[in-house]
């Protein structure tokens, strides 16, 4: 099963972007898996950004808790990430990935991973 992930693109500064991520097959199933979205910046390393577990608890860091919103559609077993105020220090790839069980921060702990999708954000 993959992760499929949708919606980046190049936006200037304080615009706004959405995220999609769908298993590429039912058998990964978002209502029984933590879903989270991470960031890769150039020359950082990979970052927690949003996650929401397979309860629904949701877990933002504070950097960008008011600016980034995560949200899921079990019916349609797709997890989106709502962006807005976008900064240049946004720019990065994003990655949707999965686990079973709970959100946690740690890029190791998740078993499924999407390509990424590249988010561009331009003074």
């Known amino acids: 099963v993959q992760l499929i992930e949708s919606g980046g693109g190049s936006v200037q500064a304080g615009g706004s972007l959405r995220l999609s991520c769908a298993p590429s ?5 978002i209502s029984r898996h933590a879903m989270a979205w991470f960031r890769q910046g150039p020359g950082k390393e990979r970052e927690f950004v949003a996650g929401i577990s397979w309860s629904g608890l ?25 962006m807005i105020d976008l ?14 069980g709970i959100v946690t ?19």
Do not use: H
């Not at 097959?25 to 199933?29: A, N, P, R």
């Not at 877990?59 to 559609?73: C, L």
């Not at 998740?110 to 003074?123: A, L, R």
């Open 58 to 82: 949701i877990e933002v860091p504070d950097a960008v808790k008011e600016r980034f919103t995560i949200s899921r559609d079990v019916a349609r077993n797709e997890m989106n990430l709502q």
């Open 87 to 100: 900064k240049t220090e946004d720019t990065a790839v994003y990655y949707c990935a999965a686990r079973p």
């Open 105 to 123: 921060f740690l890029v190791f702990d998740y078993d499924y991973w999407g390509q990424g999708t590249q988010v561009t954000v331009s003074s």
């Open 25 to 29: 097959s039912d058998t990964l199933s």
